[in-house]
């Protein structure tokens, strides 16, 4: 059975980095797109960055282009988020999700695109 689990979340001063680890199981990295998505309290699911599994393209909002990097280690089946200049706006749950996109070596931020979602990790900027 698929499974996700997010880590790496917490707290940190605005300007700070962070790095989320999205560990799978039950499946093999190269045959999907994994993409890592954010809700803040009150508002929608907003997809931050995607990348396939074999080929490794990558895909990100605009709203953490710059900021932001998606990477993989398919000896682990592990994608990670690495976060920089983090920003109070970037405060939110972190979700990682995996898509059979990736046998197309096609990427989303679409969440209907997803349809294996990890638990969610916090991730705090604030001072």
């Known amino acids: 059975q698929l499974q996700l689990v997010e880590s790496g979340g917490g707290l940190v001063q605005p300007g700070g980095s962070l790095r989320l680890s999205c560990a799978g199981s039950g499946f093999t990295l190269d045959t999907y797109a994994i993409g890592w998505f954010r809700q803040a309290p009150g508002k929608g699911r907003e997809g931050v960055s995607c990348?396939?599994?074999?080929?490794?393209?990558?895909i990100y909002a605009d709203s953490v282009k710059g900021r932001f990097t998606i990477s993989k280690d398919n000896a682990k089946n592990t994608v990670y988020l690495q976060m920089s200049s983090l920003k109070p706006e970037d405060t939110a749950v972190y979700y990682c999700?995996?898509?059979?996109?990736?046998?197309?070596?096609?990427?989303?931020?679409?969440?209907?695109?997803?349809?294996?979602w990890g638990q969610g990790t916090q991730v705090t900027v604030s001072s």
């Open positions: 990348i396939t599994g074999r080929t490794g393209n990558t």
């Open positions: 999700a995996a898509s059979l996109l990736g046998l197309f070596g096609r990427c989303s931020l679409s969440s209907a695109q997803f349809g294996s």
